[in-house]
């Protein structure tokens, strides 16, 4: 079992920027990615970015040039930089874990969530 706890969500203006974080623990030797998804009241959830062990990255198209994934594997956890952030950022943000990111939907470890509000 791999456990996750996301630490960083709250309320900032737009334009602001706010730094999630994910640590990880138990099995971790049992996961290679490690995604942050999100999903707003009424709307399906939706991936954010991805890392791999080998810190491979991917971003979807609503947050490229905007958002940035890293990770410290010393500290196992995983960071989301969320920088211009928009109004339809607002979400509820979970990270992921998991084999592969085909993996992570049907039999990887989720967190809680965070929430992220982006409002004046």
């Known amino acids: 079992q791999v456990q996750l706890v996301e630490s960083g969500g709250g309320l900032v203006q737009p334009g602001g920027s706010l730094r999630l974080s994910c640590a990880a623990s138990?099995?971790?030797?049992?996961?290679?990615?490690m995604a942050w998804y999100r999903q707003a009241p009424g709307k399906q959830r939706e991936l954010v970015a991805t890392?791999?062990?080998?810190?491979?990255?991917n971003y979807g198209d609503s947050v490229k040039g905007r958002f940035t994934i890293s990770g410290d594997y010393a500290k196992n956890t995983v960071y989301l930089q969320m920088d211009s952030l928009k109004p339809e950022d607002t979400a509820v943000y979970y990270c992921?874990?998991?084999?592969?990111?085909?993996?992570?939907?049907?039999?990887?470890?989720w967190g809680q969530g965070t929430q992220v509000t982006v409002s004046s």
């Open positions: 992921a874990a998991g084999r592969t990111v085909a993996t992570i939907a049907s039999s990887g470890y």
């Open positions: 138990g099995a971790i030797f049992s996961i290679s990615t």
């Open positions: 890392i791999t062990s080998g810190r491979s990255t």
